[in-house]
């Protein structure tokens, strides 16, 4: 998905999802509240901030914008855990 979705400032895409805890497919929503730049073991990157919400628990990611995008980082909202890119 990462890769199709037209990432820009301000887009908001809305897909079908399937959530293993409940058993269904739920309506999740990708908004793009900007870009900024992200330092992760793997470099400094500038991406897209991604909020996800929809979901059991809020996500915040960061997407490279890099012609072939890429997660650089995420984390769960609320949470004091985070994904990052390394090399």
């Known amino acids: 998905v990462?890769?199709?979705l037209p990432w820009k400032s301000g887009a908001r895409h809305t897909?079908?999802?399937f959530d293993p805890g409940k058993n269904a497919v739920r309506p999740t929503t990708?908004?793009?509240s900007g870009s900024e730049s992200v330092t992760v073991?793997?470099?400094t990157f500038t991406a897209w901030r991604?909020?996800?919400?929809?979901?059991?628990a809020p996500l915040v990611f960061w997407v490279s914008n890099e012609a072939t995008p890429r997660l650089v980082k995420y984390a769960v909202t609320g949470q004091p855990v985070e994904?990052?890119?390394v090399k």
């Open 50 to 56: 991604v909020e996800m919400s929809g979901t059991e």
């Open 2 to 4: 990462l890769g199709i």
């Open 15 to 17: 897909l079908a999802v």
């Open 30 to 32: 990708f908004t793009v």
């Open 83 to 85: 994904f990052v890119l």
């Open 41 to 43: 073991p793997a470099g």
